[in-house]
Structures are given as structure tokens and as C-alpha cells.
């Protein structure tokens, strides 16, 4: 078995390392970011993806200078940036202890590229649609259409009610899925609330994948008389959301794999930059100011926070389903918003480490079981990191867990960032062949937490 840990204190180097990434923290593929919303359908083509491993705290800096203009991805003691073809002669010469990983990022992304037919004709009207769906990715109309097919495979118990409507006017589903409406000691307005939230980073497709897996274990199991998962949906109301960014979504299958952001321009901002972070938009700590940085106020950055809290119409959706959730007897037991990547589980906080939250032990014995409980359902041995953001990974401000744990009472409030553990393994374009292993392996984690969690 591996090794499990939370961090509580970051080496020297390594913490200022992740504070001085933090520009763009979340992308390991580089390039000017003003430029993305110039170019309609970039290619990447060349692009080559090396992983930086700083030697002092005086060179990390220094190249956090030379790569301002870059989106960076700080990963434990590595720092991956793309590099464009015709810059790679100059980064060479910097003599950096650099890793080539990628030697041809848009040849890999077309690579990956599978063209995906949703197979309905192999299931009958009414039942789980086929389980082929987990080979590969699907467009977004697709994905509608399997999220209705589950709850018309579960009419009894599942309800698909819209939230909000997206910036670009898609509306934004979410499904509840529950079992008996009351047990012998709830009624359903007491039972405990689970909440996943994914696809809020567009190019995040696995943790898209793995939501549509959980539900589809949820409901088979119920449905086959699972005791386990019967326990679970008589016990919990569960609330899902996959698609936080459909907009975003799109866009990454029309025409920028690596969009991150939502479509939201800034008209008053005289900006040709598009988007925002909706992981850097939540209310809670929005503008707080961690020792170097948690977002950015450059509409043209990775991180953009948006110009007030709260103000994307995606977070004010979500947020709206969340205050109602939370306001319930029970409130909510466990909110994870699912990303990708790094292989970590994050609790609060992610907006500063000083001082951390009061139940912080509770959520750590919680994250350590389901960390051992992925890597023993796992045929690869993956291993999971966790603790709080702050520490095992980099500041952020604004984001979901925070929020959701001081706002709206998440008793476990995390971020999972899911497979691969590095920009070696694909970094946010996860290989096709690799979503079987790491849905399977999120059930196995989710198993474990919704029987530790049952109480508190």
C-alpha cells in the first residue's frame, strides 16, 4: 500500500515555488493568454510540454518572471508550461532542469480524438443505456441526451430540473436521484444532501465522465438491490450538476480543446479577452489577498475572478441550488466539485492557511479513508494527496469548497482533482483509454465516504 498524508507545511523552495505559479495556476499549457481570444480554432500544433523542477526559490522566481505571459501549472515539486514551436530554441537555452514530456501537443489532442457515436440503439427505451458509453468522450448533445435517458431509466425516483440559464443562454441541468422518500427516522426534507458539482473548467472532460459514472452506479445498484447502494439513496438526497460551464464545453469541442473559462466577455473593459474563472467567482473570500495572489483581476488571465463576486451567471445558478440545499434539515453532508488534475483531494481552505478550519481533523480522516479506499479499487495502485488547497497545492480565492464550507454549511467540502497525476500523462487531455480506471476508481472512493459520512 502507499503512503497517505496531508501536508501541513510545504518545503521552503516548493511553497514559494507554488505561491510564485500561481499567475495561472490550473494549466500546464502555455501560451499568451491574451492571445486565446484572438485565435478562433488554435491548433497547438508543435507545442511542445516540458516540466520545470526549480532548483531554489531564487530560480523559481526567476522563471515565474520570464513566463508571465504563460499559463503554468504548479504540480508538488514540477512546474509544466507549453512551449510554441517557435520559442523552443530560446527556452532550451535557458539552461533550466526542464523535462520534455509532450513532444507535439496538437498532435497528441488529435490523437485522442475519437469519434464517439452515443450507441442508444443498445439499450431498450427505459433502461441504463450501455455501459460502451465509458469508452471514450462524447459531444455535448450526447450528453444530454444520456443524462435523459437515466433519469427515464429511474422515473421513481430521479427529477431533472433546470437551475439557471449559462451566459450564452443554455440552461444548466441539474438531477436529484434519491430512493424512499422517507425512512423509518427521516422524512426526505431531513436526509442529508450529496452534491457534485462537475465541468466547471471546460477542458476538464473526465471529471464529466466520472459524475455521469457515479450516477450510473447509483441508480443500477439501487435498481438491482444493492444493500449498499440502496442504504445510500434511502438514506441521502443526492444532487448533481454536470455541466457548471456548458458554454465552455462547447467550445472546447468546436474549437479550443484548452478553453478554460466560461464565454462571458467584459464589454465596459474595452477587452477582446473572453471568460471567467468560474472556480475564482464564488462569493466567499472573493477578493481576499493570500501573499501572492489567488486569482487575477486580467480579464485576460487564466484565473480571472470576474469583476464582482458572484457575478457569472453559472456561479449565481449554482449558488442558488446551494442555498436552498443548505437550508434544508440536514443540510449538505459532502459537496465535491470534481477537476482534473494532479490526483488530489482538497479541503478548505484554498484562500488562506492561517488559521485552518475548526473541524479540519474530521475532513482529513474523511479524505485520508477515501484516498485508500481509490488506491485499493484501483489495478493501477493510484495514489491520492490530500489536505488543504493552501498547503498541498497553491492559493486560490473564490473558489467552491471555501464557499461552500463558510456559506452554505458543506460539513465536507472538497475539490477532487482527478487522474492523471502529471502533464506526462496527459495532463488535461486524458487519453480515452484511461476514463474506464479512473471512474472506476472514484466509486470505490465514494463507497467508502458515503458509509463514513453517514452521521457527520
Known sequence: MGTFHHCTELPDVLSKWVVAAQLAAASPFAHDASSVSRSANPSYDGYQIYSITPSSTEEARDINRRFSNYHTHPIRNTLSVAIPPEEIDSFRALGLNARLVN???????????????????????????DLSWFDTYHAY?????????????????????????????????AFHLFGDKS???????????ILWHATVHAREWISTMV??????QLIDGYQKGDANVTSF???YDFYLVPFHNPDGFLYTQTNDRLWRKNRQPRLELNTTCLGTDGNRNWKFEWDATPPDG?????????TYRGEAAGDTPENQALDGLSAK???????IRSFIDFHSYGQLILTPWGFSCDPLPETLPRMLEVAGGTAKAIQAGSARNVIYEFGPGCQILYFSTGNSRDHHYAVHGAEHSWTMELSPQDAAGGGFVLPPELIWPTVKEQWAGQLWLLNDVWDN
Do not use: M
Open 325 to 331: 440545499l443548505s437550508s434544508t434539515g440536514a443540510g
Open 103 to 129: 513532444s507535439d501537443l496538437g498532435k497528441y489532442i488529435r490523437s485522442t480524438d475519437k469519434e464517439a457515436v452515443y450507441k442508444r440503439d443498445l439499450h431498450t427505451a427505459g433502461q441504463l443505456p
Open 183 to 193: 425512512t423509518e427516522d427521516k422524512t426526505q426534507e431531513e436526509k442529508p444532501i
Open 294 to 302: 489567488g486569482s487575477t483581476p486580467d480579464p485576460c488571465g487564466q
Open 211 to 216: 459524475i455521469e459514472y457515479l450516477a450510473y
Open 233 to 235: 439513496l434511502d438514506h
Open 141 to 173: 448533445s450526447d450528453h444530454l441526451q444520456y443524462w435523459d435517458d437515466l433519469v427515464a431509466a429511474f422515473p421513481d425516483n430521479s427529477e431533472k430540473f433546470s437551475i439557471g440559464q449559462s451566459y450564452e443562454n443554455r440552461t444548466i441541468w
